[in-house]
């Protein structure tokens, strides 16, 4: 009898399994954590090089890979701690020994955990490495404006049909009207006339718009924003607009509106990947 009560489990340790799976269940949420900041990492740097192009910070589209691989980890060790959770209770309440072993769990998230931080040590060094080496040419992957005229150029990878149909989609999904598509070159042709694929998207939002002219009236001359979409006599792609801090400086508009102008540098830098 008095190994059978020996054997039986107290309250005291069904409190301290109930203790061990809220760890575990922290454990799990502090990797889905984890990974969702990994994961929009990437993205951050991807917005720096559109806002920022002169840093050339480097790229790490991996980030959204070993953060999703944590979120799921994450999910996992809830799930299974869970288990394991109701499977140790069982064990309590037929009086077998639950503690002889290691945890398999933990035993088993830790490897994991090393091979994926060995795997993030070796990305981010090779990555340093290759940017170190292959330096990026300001004049081919970045935002240039041209002095005296402050016209933003950047090279397209699609033809000028699909880069307008890119715009066109990325407008629509901000929600941004899109005014009209002057196609340059088709009227050119009904005139009996040759040019390149050319075509200019006029678009724009009143929320943005309207506090720029109440500041600065003369803006309105510039307004709604313009996208230019041609193909030079070589074939290549090329998107150009105004720099909005030429326009900034052209009409004098205060610095905190700025933003409302800014959003044209995403949208080209998008439209030309």
């Known amino acids: 009898m008095n190994t059978q009560e020996e054997s039986q489990a107290s309250p005291r340790d069904f409190l301290a399994a109930e203790r061990t799976f809220l760890a575990w269940i922290r454990t799990g949420l502090a990797l889905m954590a984890l990974g969702f900041v990994l994961a929009r990492f990437g993205l951050f740097l991807q917005q720096i090089n559109l806002l920022r192009p ?3 910070t480097a790229s790490y589209g991996l ?13 996992l060790v809830s799930l299974l701690s869970l288990v394991r959770y109701l499977r140790l209770l069982a064990m309590m309440r037929k009086g077998e020994r639950s503690y002889d072993n290691a945890s398999v ?14 795997a993030m040590s070796y990305y981010l060094v090779s990555t340093r490495h290759a940017s170190a080496l292959n ?3 300001p004049q081919e992957t970045s935002m240039t404006a041209i ?12 033809s000028v049909a699909e880069t307008v149909a890119k715009l066109e989609t990325m407008l629509q999904a901000k929600n941004v009207k899109l005014f009209a598509v002057v196609d340059h070159s088709g009227e050119a042709e009904r005139a009996g006339l040759k040019m390149p694929d050319t075509k200019l998207l006029i678009f724009g939002n009143p929320k943005g718009g309207t506090p720029l002219m109440l500041a600065s009236p003369s803006v309105a001359l510039d307004l709604p924003l313009k996208i230019l979409v041609a193909e030079d006599t070589a074939g290549k792609v090329w998107i150009s607009y ?17 933003p409302n102008i800014a959003v044209i540098d995403a ?4 439209a030309a990947q």
Do not use: K
Request: hydrophobic residues 55%; glycine residues 8%.
């Open 147 to 158: 002095p005296g005229n402050g016209i933003v150029r950047i090279a397209s990878q699609h």
């Open 105 to 118: 769990l933990a035993v088993t998230i830790a490897i994991f955990l090393a091979m994926l931080g060995l």
């Open 135 to 137: 330096p990026q040419n």
């Open 242 to 258: 105004n720099a909005p801090a030429y326009l900034q400086q052209r009409h004098n508009l205060p610095a905190e509106l700025l």
């Open 267 to 270: 949208l080209a830098a998008n």
């Open 54 to 56: 002169d840093l050339h």
């Open 63 to 75: 980030s959204l890979w070993f953060g999703t691989v944590l979120i799921l980890l994450g999910v």
